[in-house]
């Protein structure tokens, strides 16, 4: 199996991944667990953006 055919396939399912930490930190009623699952988000969001250079949407077109 290669992501090298689908990059944005990959992007897309680093931010799903993000995304369903975040969710579960909100959920977590132990402090501890929910900062350590935001941590692991932030973490998949940064090299999500850092692999794929669109993260932050700052092109201009002009």
Known sequence: MSNENAPGERAQQMRDKAQELEQA????TDPA???RL?????????KSEE?????GGTMDPM
């Open 38 to 46: 935001k941590d692991k988000a932030l973490h998949i969001r940064q």
């Open 25 to 28: 930190a909100q959920r977590a």
């Open 51 to 55: 692999q794929n250079g669109w993260g």
């Open 33 to 35: 667990e929910r900062q």
